[in-house]
């Protein structure tokens, strides 16, 4: 026999599981990007592949990602009032940093409002800062790094060198791309390395960072994969060489011993547990004979991960990223081949759209790709493309081949 069950209408129930349904469920977000270089491009064609609406954000016409988004705005992000006004125009489901100078203490108030900040809204105000992220791995967490010191007049500066010796390196505490980096090896060194630091520092923030040489051996970015719903994950490490503070090569996997790596990762998922939210971070680690020292953390794409494009993985850095923020599940992250990235350079100051010469004779090779970023003005030692290697070959053969590839390609 069977029994009708009464049912009572209950508007407000049937409305708030309608909208959790609808949030949790809905695959079509707006997602505001702030900062719309190369790396972010390759976000957003991540995300449109899964349905996603991007407007892309940056202080000037034209940027990579801007090409391939949905919309755009050109504001300066520094000014409080202009990122107000275009979330409060937008009204975006997720908003995702990918550069340092933004005013990153407004996302505090977002978020409290509903919007997803990309990875929290702590996160992204804590790896803006070099400070405040050093002190939380250092003091905070106890991770191991180098000596340091802070500054904000050249004479603090020297007080610095005084407690981390010669050499060591100088940063602004706001900077990307290792724009205003300097290694001061003499006092003589002081005064330049102070002078160039506040040439490169972005935003309005004055002040910098020294550290104590350290005698590493080689250099890594971890990529590390956090989840809304799952388990802290790690690609294989990267390998790569600065010069500028910018990187010039990177290949994966790097070659490393497992106990520093397995150190490197723990460190690198105390930190990330400490800032919390879904995301990648470029974590980034100097190993020694001792072990590995943190360096930096950035809660986003790494320049070092463009690897990733040379299918080196299952999916690129730019598809984790994706499904990380908008709460899709990544079952596992494999490697899958060998390798390198080298960048290509413009060494002109030039408005006009840039033509590039001898892509042909780059791409002949096999196991090549070139990726040009779309920039529409060029500067000296601005990134402007990037060219992959990819294969069974060792990796040291692969940046090689990669540095070789990037040769053949001229910026007129």
Known sequence: ??????????PRLYFEKFFLFHYFCSMNKKILL???????????????????????????????AMQVADACEVINMLDGGELDR?????QPDLIVPEIEAIRTERFYDYESKGIQVVPSAKAANFTMNRKAIRDLAAKDLGVRTATYRYATSYEELVAGVEVCG???????LMSSS????????????????????????????????????????YEITLLTVTQKNGPTLFCPPIGHRQERGDYQESWQPMPMNSAHLTEAQEMASKVTSALGGAGIWGVEFFITKEGAYFSELSPRPHDTGMVTLAGTQNLSEFELHARAVLGLPIPKIEHLQNGASAVILAHDSSDKT????????ALSQENTEVRIFGKPTTRPYRRMAVAL????DSVQDLVEKAKLTAAKIQIR
């Not at 991007?54 to 000037?60: H, K, M, N």
């Not at 002081?190 to 040439?199: C, P, S, T």
Request: overall charge negative.
């Open 34 to 64: 702030l900062g719309s270089g190369e790396l972010g491009k390759e976000f957003v064609i991540a995300c449109q592949r899964y349905g996603q609406h991007v407007i892309a954000v940056d202080s000037y016409a034209g940027a990579p």
């Open 166 to 172: 010669m050499p060591c390196v100088v940063k602004p």
């Open 389 to 392: 290697t990819f294969g069974t």
């Open 86 to 90: 275009i979330v409060a125009k937008h």
């Open 178 to 217: 290792g724009k205003g980096q300097s290694v001061i090896k003499n006092s003589e060194d002081i005064q330049k390395a102070w002078d160039y630091a506040m040439e490169g520092s972005r935003g309005d923030l004055k002040e910098v960072i020294v550290e104590g040489f350290i005698d590493f051996d």
């Open 354 to 361: 840039p033509v590039y010469e001898g892509v042909s004779e």
């Open 1 to 10: 026999m069977y029994h009708r069950m009464s049912y009572v209408w209950n």
